[in-house]
């Protein structure tokens, strides 16, 4: 705070040079944008900048340094609060002004704030679902620093963390944070030790799932206490309210509902307040996952649909592509097929287009393991091969584990049909037993879909008599048998009807002398 007060002081002296008055500016700017303060930010670079949209008034500036770091401030909030207020091509502009900093800055031969430019660089592709090139980035900005810019280093490490463990290379983030401790540890950044333990606590909530790991889930709910005790030390209510959304998660994956909606709450009451709606969002993404582990599918279709609405409106194409895949599931769940094929099938072409193969592969399995019973079989083959190719190098084993059931229910389906192909070898080729086939195929599939119940199956088949398959089942398809159920027989008449006196049954009448030997003897 009165670093704050003295910046704004010194900003007001009139002998001060534009040049001068800029850099001082930028470095108020950079404090309210640690703090997750994104308007005080904007406010605190006065006429340098009238806000989203417009470009930076850079022209003015005569000295490059300054140039360079006022694009560098304008760019890294332009894509924070494009990306809280969900706005279209907001990312793209930030990417060019950042772009345009760090070239600024390695002609002056400035390595550390070139680093840091391509870092914020970095995140806009990482908010595109651009995993690859984020990825590239961050490694070239590592590699420009060394210990004495150990809080630098730490946040590139951080956001490169962040981004493996969105691509699902999560063993690979698990690595970085280990390896990375150290420069924590040392540091005196609450906000910043808050955001290493938020950010282990996501990789390890992930890790419990797809290794079936529940010693993570307990440490990743120590790593979520520590964040939030140090963002509350901080200050810092945006981050708070992110590690109440994980808290949501976690208890709901421990179907500990009850705590999980509380938690989630707290995070949308933070969120709305601060006016970020793409965390909003993805709130609303995790509370649908949770309605649809407690059966609340109706709750679940109409909370992720508000956050698909949301997320459509600016570039955030992965979360775009997450929250359409929740949104696929739940109306599957409803039984509307059609609707979730084509949700899912949205969602798969969005996380590609963005780079974000994981999550496209995901949108594949999820097509399958919901709508296989919807979707012809040479498509399933299909996605089965595109999603192999998209999970080619996934090291979530859950995931792997989703591709190699689905293959394998695909391939019980090929076997399970007959094949016909458009050639014919008809060397031995029997035209009445390929029509047997092909009776024996539907026969099959009817009592599938009937449980086994001949009767049923029949009517599927269009016999006007159960009869009828029952000969089918005891002729020449007797193999099918053992899939109908046991047929029980009723007795002659639920009401018995009464004997005649005068006639009786003839065991009625042995009984009856028989009772009369017994007693004569």
Known sequence: MNLTKELLDRIQQPDLTEDDRALLRCQLAKQFEDAGNYEGAVEALGELWCGLGDFPKVDLLLDPMARATVLLRVGTLTGWIGSTRQMEGSQEAARNMLTQSDSLFQQLRLAERAAEARIELAYCYWREGAFNEARTMLHDAVCCLDAKHSDLKAVAMLRLAVVEGSSKRLNDALTIYKESAPLFEISSNLALKGKFHHGFAFVLRNLAASEGRPDYLDRALIECSAASYYFEQAGLSRYHACVENNMGFLFGSIRKFMDAHEHLDRAQTLFTTLKDNVHLAQVDETRARVLLAEGRIVEAEKTVRSAVRMLEQGDEQSLLAE??????????????????????????????????????GNAALVLIEELENHVPLDELKSLVDRSRELLANTQDLSTARRLANCAARVLARVHATPHFPAKVDWTNFSFRKALLEYEAHFINLALEDTGGVVSRAARLLGFNHHQSLLALLNGRHEILRQRSTPIVRRRRSIIQKPLDKTKGSRKTRKNEAADENATNQ
């Open 323 to 360: 929250a359409l895949t929740t949104h696929g599931i739940a109306q599957a769940r409803l039984q509307h097929p059609e609707q979730s094929r084509l949700t899912l099938e949205r969602a798969l072409e969005t996380a590609e287009r963005a780079g974000d193969l994981e999550s496209a």
